[in-house]
């Protein structure tokens, strides 16, 4: 039986396991596609403290892989279909092996919301972007949009103009929610035009994106948009799916844990972007990896010893 056994190879589930075995606790982690997490599909990280260059996503996930597996934590590749979480030996499942766990944490992260449209699915990965860093390099000197406010958007925004010869951000309000600098940088960008008081009403094409249809609802008036790639940065949902029904969420689906990241069932924590909290950041989801291990490791004292 494993002490702890992490769902989840981003920041979070990374930081968990480095925190893990440096402990001493016998532990797994399982990742179904890539370490590193929305992380990995970052362009450039600047906020990451004591890095004081710009690192990639891509190498920093690598930089937290490496560290953890220094201390020897067990990575597997496999995914997760079912967690038994009722007793007090919790049970992970994956296609063709049951493994018996003390405790669990959660760490799934998040994935880009959709905004909804006809043919948004359709048309993903035919104009379709919920990822600039990933499709970005597609787009030199075509004519690219991105929705949303937010830093994401921001960020997706900037680092397309990097390729692009025109970027629209478009943002349903007259007021970016992104961070003050991530805006200065937006709005001072020659090849970025920011729509204000804009949404999406539909998307234009026969077997791809060849444009979409705006509204600004201050005027009320419809125009049409010719565009080659069209990104979607309106927020993240959290990926629960495995968490459903086995402890509480807030409505809109995200765990819900306290300061030592325990969720409503005993030897079950939360950590990262899956988590209900007001900052979802590298830096906090790290922080909840580390709080997240050593309330387990503090769970498994007090109760299997
Ligand atoms: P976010 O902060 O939730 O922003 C989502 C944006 O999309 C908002 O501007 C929102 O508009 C807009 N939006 C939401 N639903 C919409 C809809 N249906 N139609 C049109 N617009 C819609 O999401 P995020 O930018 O993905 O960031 C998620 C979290 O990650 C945040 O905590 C963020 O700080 C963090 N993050 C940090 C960094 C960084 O530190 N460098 C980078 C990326 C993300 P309103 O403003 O009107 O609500």
Not at 62 to 71: G, P, T, V, Y
């Amino acid at each position: 039986m494993k002490d702890i056994i992490i769902i989840g190879g981003g920041v979070a589930g990374l930081t968990a396991g480095m925190y893990a075995k440096r402990g001493g606790m016998d532990t797994l982690l399982f990742e179904k596609m890539f370490v590193g997490g929305q992380a990995a599909t970052t362009y450039s990280i600047e906020n990451y403290p004591g890095f004081v260059d710009p690192i990639s996503g891509p190498d920093f996930a690598m930089k937290l892989e490496s560290h953890a597996r220094k201390f020897g934590l067990e990575i597997l590749y496999d995914e997760v279909k079912e967690i038994v979480v009722d007793d007090k030996i919790k049970k992970v499942i994956t296609e063709d092996k049951e493994y018996e766990t003390k405790t669990i944490i959660l760490a799934m992260g998040a994935s880009p919301k959709m905004l909804g449209l006809d043919k948004e699915e359709r048309f993903r990965g035919r104009g379709v972007s919920y990822c600039a860093t990933c499709d970005g390099a597609f787009y030199k000197d075509k004519v690219t949009a991105v929705v949303g406010g937010g830093d994401t958007a921001t960020e997706d925004a900037l680092f397309l103009a990097q390729y692009a010869s025109k970027v629209y951000l478009i943002h349903r309000r007259d007021q970016l929610r992104a961070s003050k600098i991530l805006q200065d940088r937006v709005l001072a960008h020659p090849k970025i035009e920011v729509l204000w008081d804009t949404v999406v009403e539909s998307i234009i094409g026969e077997e791809q994106v060849e444009g979409i249809s705006i509204k600004n609802l201050k005027t009320n008036t419809v125009s049409q948009l010719e565009l080659d790639g069209f990104f979607i940065a309106i927020g993240i949902k959290p990926n629960n799916q495995l968490a459903v029904g086995k402890v509480d969420m807030t409505d809109d689906g995200f765990v819900i844990a306290d300061e030592t990241m325990a969720t409503n069932v005993p030897g079950v924590f939360a950590v990262g972007d899956l988590r209900y909290k007001p900052v979802w950041q590298l830096v906090t989801a790290a922080a909840d990896g580390a709080v997240g291990t050593l309330s387990a490791q503090r769970y498994i004292m007090e109760n299997f010893e």
